[in-house]
């Protein structure tokens, strides 16, 4: 077992009854990475995440943990920790005690459960609120505390469902960091799922896009972003103008379209950024039909024989009107080439 | 991990099987009783049972009282409940409170006080005396009036609570908008509050009604033997004549008319809904 | 609201409909008097002490405490597990399963008492006391179900599942992590089913025998010879023990809102 294959997912068959949630899936991840499972809601990212952690039954397929096949190892018993989207703190207890359960289960006691505690709290800053109940913290700090909690067993593996998605954006960039520290420090491999590419591309070593129960595309947050290998994962991550392509042309809402540039054969695909594409001049026109300013930059929607286009340029340039009429083009240079579509 | 249908059956069978073995069996025995002679399956007791005049006596006036016992406490009720949800918070939880209270007093100290109120030296009777309005003293125990008067006292509270779970789920500004359009308080009552709150009404008709038709001891006690109603009947007759054939009609005439207010009050909230 | 009398003249009448029986029988009871009557003839409290002399009163009070205490546990019992797989579990049938655990609300309770005296104590030769604590059972049933549901459906499902990860098994999850955090639904369920064990009647009305009866039963045949204020000052004493215990619930535990 080498060190790329700390955690395997072979053929993995996940359901619901007959639905049928994730089938045949395989996944392999490598000791002490940072991966994000990403996807929109109902891809199996987090059916996935809780049969790895056992509240799950596969219906077949395995689960092989640094060595040892955990599929029918129950939850209780596996070295995998979760961090709940609603944290799933015990009202009941207090940060303390809620931060020593799983310790006091496996039987530690005295002077080393206290140490093994107060060293978790202090690594997520919360020392000083051991005392207090959980609805007497705010969000980001219940979350801290759900960590500390999975963190003290020292979990081979640790997942956590949508951890940024309850934050507000400032706590969010700190809760980033946080976890991304955390992560360095401890070295665990740490899974996280996610509907948000930003929070994936920010924080991962390696995403996971999925889709129906599928893995569209793995690879580093570059690769993801500048090159996505399909339709789906283009759009997800921002390219808003996609097109199927066949031959020399571009398949359009009005039809074919003749496209000229250096395309690879294997190319199903092209997509481009609204930064991508060229205003101003160029062999189409277009219609302007909405801007928007962005801050930094003005995003048009334009009507076009090509149907709609998202175009972006710098906001210090003149900006156009309602109605004005463009001329674009769409440079097969700048164009992401996409290995597969019909996924959209 | 909910997944396991074994394990949720374990749980909740126990209850299901004990509640069933408790109640649903012996019962659904005796019912069957009432449709059995000798070995063949008849009704002939049930033609048997409304044939006497007493028995068919005694159905309607369950029934009758049951329906007025209802309709008082609705009317009452609304007038009430609609007093009570207009109160600032803290008058609105202790008033909600002192109406609740009875409800957690046994029936037989509740009914008994009207005994001290209704009888020969009571209350009323001395009062009406000294005010002179009557020479001697008026029966009012063993009366329907009695019972009615009992019955209506056992069961408002219940009536109330609903009525006000109905009015605070009404939007708040329904009642000021239909008077800004012109409605009296008449229009206001069967335009808008009846339709909005009718789920309560039916709630707590059918809680005011079965619990009329199925009550023993308000009937025993002011009632006694001069005013039978259904329950007190079945009483009478196993005590007194071993008769079960007629304590299984009964029965089954109690549980038929709780089934039917519950599906007729129903019928009649969705009947307003179409007009 | 034209009329700013309406209000507070209505809720009077109705409070003194509601209440003003109960004040009544308070004061009856304590009457000096011979017999049941209001105003009292002078104030004694020779009638509240006679309640406790009768030995009747005494056995069945016993009794009646009995049914609706060990009652209470036993639906506890039964109806905590099926209140947990109800609000937790994708059970086949719920619907039809919490209709026949709450079928003792429905079917009149002189049915049930009949019924069970007929086709179990008579033909088996059990005890009636038994048979009473089984009826009482089944009729507390469908409320400690309704009131712990309500409070497991208010705890979220995620922290047993925590629990289970931070290596707590099943059963353990349960015990550790949510009946702490039911404590005051099974509380609240608790004093609702003594307080309508212990005041019902019907139920228990055929199933009475000799030394067997419960205290609202006893209280009933009693009222069938004597017309004196004792039962005046018992049914006042009952009704005391109900709101106290009510009272006490609403204070320390907010009672209300579990019902």
């Known amino acids: 077992m080498s060190d790329s294959r700390f955690l395997s997912l072979e053929k993995l068959t996940l359901s619901y009854g007959k639905n049928v949630a994730v089938p045949e899936m395989d996944l392999d991840i490598a000791k002490g ?9 109902g891809c199996g990212k987090t059916t996935t995440m809780r049969a790895i952690a056992g509240l799950m039954e596969p219906a077949s397929g395995a689960i092989v943990l640094d060595g040892a096949n955990i599929t029918r190892v129950p939850a209780n018993k596996r070295p995998v920790g979760l961090v709940f989207q609603s944290y799933a703190l015990f009202p009941h207890l207090n940060v303390y005690e809620n931060v020593a359960f799983g310790l006091k289960l496996m039987g530690v006691k005295g002077k080393d459960l206290e140490t093994r505690v107060n060293d978790g709290l202090k690594t997520v800053g919360l020392s000083q609120y051991a005392t207090r109940k959980p609805a007497e913290l705010s969000g980001g700090q219940q979350q801290r505390v759900s960590l500390a909690r999975s963190m003290v067993m020292e979990p081979k593996v640790l997942l956590l469902d949508e951890p940024l998605s309850n934050l ?11 976890l991304q520290r955390v992560q360095k420090e401890s070295g665990v491999t740490m899974i996280f799922v996610t509907h948000d590419q930003v929070e994936a591309l920010a924080m991962a070593d390696r995403i996971i896009v999925m889709l129906d129960g599928h893995i569209e595309q793995i690879g580093t947050p570059e690769d993801i972003y500048n090159n996505p290998a399909s339709d789906f994962v283009a759009d997800f991550v921002g390219f808003e103008n996609v097109f199927e392509r066949v031959g020399d042309t571009i398949k359009t809402a009005n039809g074919d379209v003749a496209i000229s540039g250096n395309i690879d054969d294997a190319t199903k695909g092209l997509a481009w950024r609204p930064s991508m594409v060229t205003l101003g001049e160029g062999p189409y026109e277009g219609t302007v039909r909405g801007t928007s300013f962005a801050g930094g930059t003005r995003e048009y929607l334009l009507d076009t024989p090509l149907g709609q286009i998202k175009a972006e340029c710098d906001a210090a340039l003149p900006a156009h009107d309602f109605g004005a009429v463009l001329k674009f083009d769409l440079p097969v240079a700048k164009a992401a080439q996409l290995a597969r579509t019909g996924s959209l | 991990m909910f997944q396991n249908r074994a394990e949720a059956f374990a749980l909740v069978l126990p209850a299901a099987i004990f509640a069933g073995a408790i109640f649903l069996v012996p019962v659904v025995i005796l019912l069957s009783e009432g449709f059995r002679s000798g070995d063949s399956w008849t009704i002939q007791a049930y033609i048997d049972f409304f044939a006497r005049p007493l028995n068919q006596a005694v159905f309607l006036r369950t029934l009758k009282l049951a329906a007025m016992v209802t309709a008082a406490s609705a009317v009452i009720g609304y007038a009430a409940a609609f007093a009570i949800v207009n109160l600032p918070p803290k008058g609105k939880g202790r ?26 030296t009571g209350i009323v009777n001395e009062a009406l005396v000294a005010v002179g309005l009557s020479d001697e003293p008026i029966r009012f ?13 056992l069961f408002l509270p219940l009536m109330i609570i609903s009525l006000i779970s109905a009015l605070e789920n009404m939007p708040r500004d329904a009642v000021p908008a239909a008077r800004v359009l012109g409605a009296n308080w008449l229009q206001v009552f069967t335009k808008v509050i009846l339709p909005l709150t ?24 002011l009632g006694g033997s001069k005013v039978l109603m259904l329950e007190t009947l079945l009483y009478q007759r196993v005590t007194m004549a071993n008769d079960f054939v007629s304590a299984s009609v009964i029965a089954l005439i109690l549980i038929v008319m709780a089934f039917a207010a519950n599906l007729l009050l129903k019928r009649l909230a969705t009947a307003r809904n179409k007009r | 609201m034209s009329n700013k009398l309406y209000a507070p003249i209505i809720l009077l009448l109705v409070l003194a409909f509601l209440i003003g029986p109960f004040i009544i029988i308070i004061a009856a009871s304590l009457s000096a008097g011979e017999t049941l009557s209001f105003p009292p003839q002078g104030l004694s409290l020779r009638w509240v002490i006679k309640v406790f002399e009768v030995e009747s009163f005494r056995a069945s009070f016993g009794i009646s405490m009995f049914l609706a205490i060990g009652g209470t546990i036993a639906a506890l019992i039964l109806g905590i597990p099926a209140s947990y797989a109800l609000s937790r579990y994708k059970v086949p049938g719920a619907e039809t399963i919490r209709t026949i655990v709450s079928s003792p609300i429905i079917v009149p309770g002189i049915i049930v008492g009949l019924a069970l005296l007929r086709y179990f104590v008579v033909p ?6 038994f048979a009473l604590f089984l009826a009482h059972t089944a009729l507390i049933l469908p409320y400690a179900v309704r009131v712990v549901s309500a409070s497991l459906t208010n705890l979220r499902s995620d922290i047993e599942e925590a629990a289970v990860l931070l290596g707590c098994s099943r059963v353990g999850a349960f015990f550790r992590v949510v009946m702490p955090n039911i404590r005051g639904g099974i509380l609240a369920a608790f004093i609702l089913g003594f307080v309508t064990s212990f005041n019902q009647v019907p139920v228990s009305l055929f199933l009475s025998g000799p030394g067997v009866r419960t205290l609202p039963i006893d209280m009933l045949s009693y009222m069938e010879i004597t017309y004196d ?26 009672f209300s809102r579990y019902v």
């Open chain 1, 168 to 178: 507000d954006a400032r706590l969010r960039l700190e809760m980033r960091t946080e």
């Open chain 2, 95 to 120: 008033i909600t409170g002192l109406v609740v209270l009875p409800l957690m007093i046994s029936p037989v100290a509740r009914t008994y006080a009207w005994i001290v109120i209704l009888g020969r």
């Open chain 2, 141 to 153: 125990l063993f009366t329907e009036t009695a019972v009615f008067i009992g019955l209506l006292q």
């Open chain 1, 33 to 41: 990475e940072l991966v994000a499972l990403l996807g929109p809601s």
């Open chain 3, 124 to 129: 088996f030769n059990f005890g009636i006391l």
């Open chain 2, 198 to 221: 009718k789920e309560g009404l039916v709630i707590g008709g059918t809680l005011v009604f079965t619990g009329s038709m199925t009550a023993y001891i308000t009937p025993a006690i």
């Open chain 3, 229 to 254: 204020p004792s039962v005046a000052a018992l049914s006042a004493l009952l009704a005391f023990m109900s709101l106290g215990i009510v009272f006490l619930a609403e204070r320390f535990l907010g």
